[in-house]
């Protein structure tokens, strides 16, 4: 049964699955551990979530052996390593259901509890990893994730788990009819309350944007090859494919061409003839160009390198630059390489970057566009920060070329939705091999480009002010379910201690 909803829980996220299923994956993993010890638990919960995180992080194997140059066996093992530590954390919260049930406590209570404090543990600890939480299942489902603006992703996976304790005990029978009514008429309550939400506040934000001015944006997705990205023989050839499709699609007055992650493949701010390239792009076209590129810093008496952003106003001159702040661990830095020197030598080809200042947004004519390099879009407090600092836009530049055709490009782009929810504000994304996309600020993907395409992706976004408790207070939700399960236990405890006095 642990088998079953690790299945289950992988079937959930794109691209090979549906988050209907994340409402009853944790049922067959609840009926295992129906009367298991806590050490049994933990090792229940750490079989569900292999499976279901081997099932999820496949494509590792294949990145870390195709551009990694690692034998394939090392390209396992970093997958089965990945998978080994995130399911570290469901088998934790399976011994953590066995003990509190163990103590008289109500799965439908201390399941959703114990999910969500982990699940945050799991986005924060060592760097933190929140790919493909719980919550990102339901990406696609509109009335769902709006609640995103007051609770961000995690009250989301706490009505999830909520959901599926109630259906087991209903399935299950193992309470007395009045507890089991009671637990039923909670939870219906609960996603009824979601439901309704995410009705009334898409229909609200929606409704505010169209009082807004369109402006449009071209992104540009430029489909090169990622075995000749850093050759010096092609960096002419990948500008002119770059200027040439932002040529021929320039947006309307006022509007912004975007290009991905490195699009300029060389470093913008040094003397590189190839500079005069990409600013002749902003001067032809008349607009604004936001375009990745790498930069070094000579400062300090030691060279630092950054993977950057760069707007140009529309006469070419530089209006803003952004630094990445969270870098790709063993991708663009290796951690501990200062105490463990031999780390690096494991592990060929990463970059060694340092990270920017912060989010801060570049401002160019009045506007304040946050942006995010590559993966910076599945952390919320990282754009939490951006839209705190009054950003307009979000504009995640990507390059996912990386990941071939497996269902990371599609599982990257169903966390940056939510980032849109949180804070709701426009994203667009703008990446080398797709998915390039605009999102709209309740989430919907307004459209998109596939995969391994040469286009570009013209759409309008408006510049949306809109307050969202999220964006003031942070992750609340999760403090207030610390805040509940620390007295709850307690609570148990004592209980069970009368009981034993009486008996």
């Not at 543990?121 to 603006?149: K, M, V």
């Not at 304790?165 to 009045?178: G, Q, T």
């Not at 309550?189 to 229909?203: L, N």
């Not at 592990?347 to 942006?371: K, Q, S, T």
Request: glycine fraction near 8%; charged fraction near 15%; aromatic fraction near 14%.
């Amino acid at each position: 049964m642990a088998l079953l909803s690790g299945l289950l829980l992988f079937l959930c996220f794109p691209k090979f699955g549906s988050g209907i299923l994340a409402w009853v994956a944790l049922i067959p993993l609840f009926y295992a551990l129906r009367d298991a010890n806590p050490w049994e638990g933990f090792k229940t919960g750490f079989l569900a979530g292999l499976v279901a995180h081997i099932g999820i992080f496949y494509w590792i194997s294949y990145v870390v052996v195709q551009y990694g140059h690692l034998p394939v066996y090392m390209g396992i093992m970093a997958m089965l390593l990945l998978a080994a530590y995130l399911s570290l954390y469901t088998a934790c919260f399976a011994m953590g259901v066995v003990f509190l049930r163990k103590k008289g406590g109500a799965l439908f209570l201390s399941a959703p509890l114990l999910w969500t404090i982990l699940e945050f543990a799991r986005s924060h600890l060592f760097t933190g990893f929140p790919w493909e939480n719980l919550a990102y299942s339901q990406y696609l489902y509109e009335n769902i994730i709006q609640i995103a603006d007051l609770t961000g992703i995690y009250g989301i996976s706490f009505a999830i788990v909520l959901v599926n304790a109630v259906l087991y005990n209903l399935w299950s029978l193992r309470f007395r009819k009045r507890y089991l009514l009671t637990e039923i008429a909670i939870a219906f309550a609960v996603i009824a309350a979601i439901y309704g939400y995410g009705h009334f506040r898409t229909a609200e934000i929606r409704e505010s944007a169209q009082k807004k001015s369109p402006v449009e944006v071209a992104l540009v997705q430029g489909n090169i090859d990622q075995n000749i990205k850093w050759n010096d023989r092609y960096q002419l050839q990948t500008l002119n494919i770059y200027r040439s499709l932002s040529l021929r699609s320039i947006p309307a007055e006022g509007g912004i061409i975007i290009w991905p992650e490195t699009a300029a493949p060389f470093y913008f701010e040094g003397p590189n003839p190839l500079r005069a390239l990409v600013v002749d792009v902003a001067r032809a076209s008349g607009r604004r160009l936001l375009f990745g590129s790498p930069r070094y810093d000579e400062g300090g008496g030691k060279i630092s390198y950054m993977n950057s952003a760069y707007m140009l106003r529309a006469d070419g001159t530089v209006a803003g630059r952004y630094d990445k702040v969270h870098l790709v661990p063993y991708g663009e830095y290796v951690p501990l390489r200062r105490f463990f020197p031999f780390i690096g030598k494991l592990v060929v080809g990463v970059g060694d970057f340092l990270p920017g200042a912060g989010f801060n947004p570049i401002e160019c004519d009045g506007r304040r566009i946050g942006v995010l390099i590559c993966y910076e879009a599945i952390f919320p407090e990282s754009v939490r920060d951006y839209k705190q600092k009054n950003a307009d836009l979000l504009v995640n530049i990507t390059n996912d070329a990386w990941f071939g055709k497996s269902s990371a490009p599609f599982q990257h782009l169903s966390m940056t939705v939510f980032r849109a929810v949180e804070n709701r504000l426009y994203l667009v994304r703008a990446a080398n091999t797709g998915i390039s996309a605009i999102i709209d600020p309740t989430g919907k993907i307004l459209s998109q480009t596939g995969l391994f395409e040469r286009t570009v992706l013209k759409g309008e976004v408006k510049y949306v002010d809109e307050k969202t408790f999220y964006a003031s207070y942070g992750d609340l939700f999760v403090y207030l379910c610390g805040i509940v399960l620390i007295p709850y236990y307690f609570v148990l405890q004592r209980r069970r201690k009368n009981a034993g006095r009486n008996s």
